[in-house]
Each structure stands twice: as C-alpha cells, then as structure tokens.
C-alpha cells in the first residue's frame, strides 16, 4: 500500500478510535446521572462494551497503519517518540475508563457525574499534543 493511502487508512482508523476515547466517559457520566434506573443502566453499559470493544479494534488496525508507516516509510525522529507517549497515556485512558465501565458490571460506585466531566477532558489536552508534535515535527 503506497505511503497516503496507508497515512490516509492510519488517520481514519485513529479518528475513529479517538471518538470512542472521547465517548466512552461520557456514557459513564450518563451511567452516574442514572441513578436508580436498571433499565437505563443496563442500556448504557451495553452500549459501553460495544463501544469499549470496537475502540480496541480501532485501536489495534491505526497501531499496525502506523507501525508500517515507521518501518516501511522510514517516518521518525525525536518528535515521535513524544507523540507516542502521548498515544500511550491515551491508551492509558482509554482502559482506565474500560476498568470503570466493568466496575459498574461488578457493582462498584463510580465517581460522581462532575468529576467524569472533568475526566472526560483529559484526552482532548492530550490529543492537542499529538496533533502539535505531528504538525510542528519540533525535534
């Protein structure tokens, strides 16, 4: 595959993975402001899983994209390997708010609906991050 269209599948599978990194937490804020309604509950933390379960597959189709652009294209330097501790603490992120959602499986409280909103904030810092040291290329 010549190096846009794997660039171009790379970007479409990280976007992709990136809206359920963003979405996950909002369904457990949702999953908190529930309250007492099983029906409710159990709608949202299906919706979770699937979403938990389809990020890691967009996860792991954007991670060998981007593996093959670095052996193959030869893409690289300092700024990357910034870039991909980025990647690894939204990573992080991502599975700590996976753990949340199982936790409601297993009847664990989760943190009130404010301090999800402010969890929820975490990736978008992160992602600006990525995006600035893939644009600017610093080192």
Not at 12 to 29: D, G, K, N, Q, S
Not at 82 to 89: I, N
Not at 121 to 132: A, D, K, N, R, S
């Amino acid at each position: 595959m010549p190096y846009l269209l794997t660039k171009t599948a790379h970007l479409v599978f990280v976007i992709a993975w990136m809206a359920a990194v963003f979405y996950l937490p909002r369904i457990l804020v949702n999953i908190a402001e529930a309250g007492d309604a099983p029906d409710v509950r159990a709608r949202l933390v299906l919706m979770g899983r699937r979403l938990y379960r389809f990020g890691h597959v967009m996860f792991g189709i954007a991670f060998v994209l981007g593996l093959a652009l670095w052996l193959h294209f030869g893409i690289g330097g300092g700024w990357l390997h910034a870039k991909l501790t980025l990647v690894a603490l939204l990573l992080v992120f991502y599975t700590v708010s996976g753990r949340m959602l199982k936790g409601v499986d297993a009847g664990r409280a989760l943190p009130t609906a404010k301090a999800l909103r402010w969890f929820n904030e975490l990736p978008l810092l992160l992602l600006v991050g990525v995006i600035w040291l893939v644009l600017a290329k610093p080192f």
